[in-house]
């Protein structure tokens, strides 16, 4: 090989699932962003899937950015290790943590993940005490669970959607050669009964 060319070398790997929580959105009522993830080659595949009973359908967003701050994903706790105890209940839109002022106004429109609160909801008030915060939706269930909150404060560009119109299935996707950081999937839209969003991305 002369010495004036270049060569792109990367060893194999397998194709990453974008997480919605579930990691499927299970609704055709509920809309979701992934957590960003990493894109380690400049070159990547991207794919959706929407599947369920009958006609299904689905739009999904592929969102790309430089910004690694607010695109890290979890500002409290972690998917495998929660930031803390706390308490819900029923039909109630305030979660109480089970220590006290552990939250702060820079959780405001943060994901919350807890085993009682619907999936895509959100963070809207914080208390002065950091004790409680008030969500977007209401709890499905009253009880304590492990709490984590992840970060929705994402600089970020569109870099494709996909359209989805199928029986009981259908799948479509892209390949870009965009050098960007950080990338994530966000479902503007979902049909169908039971239907279910899986993305991929393949770099």
Known sequence: MA?????YLKAGDL?????????????TT???NSQPVYKESVYSAFQATVAGSGAVGAT????VSLDDNTGRGFIFGNANAPGCAATTTSA?????????GVFTSAM???????PNVPIGTTVTAVNAAGTTLTMSANATASGSGQLGLFAQNWCSTVLG????????????????????????AQV????????????LLGN
């Open 3 to 7: 010495s004036s060319q270049a060569m």
């Open 30 to 32: 509920i809309v979701a």
């Open 161 to 184: 959607t996909i359209t989805l119109i199928g029986t009981n299935f259908a799948s479509d996707g892209f390949t870009t050669g965009a050098p960007w950081r950080y990338v994530r």
């Open 108 to 114: 405001v429109g943060a994901l919350v993940f807890h």
């Open 92 to 100: 109630s839109a305030t979660i109480t943590a089970n220590q006290g």
């Open 15 to 27: 194709a990453r699932a974008f997480q919605f929580g579930n990691p499927v959105v299970n609704s």
């Open 188 to 199: 503007t839209a979902i049909s169908g009964t039971g239907a279910a969003v899986t993305c």
């Open 60 to 63: 999904v967003a592929f969102q």
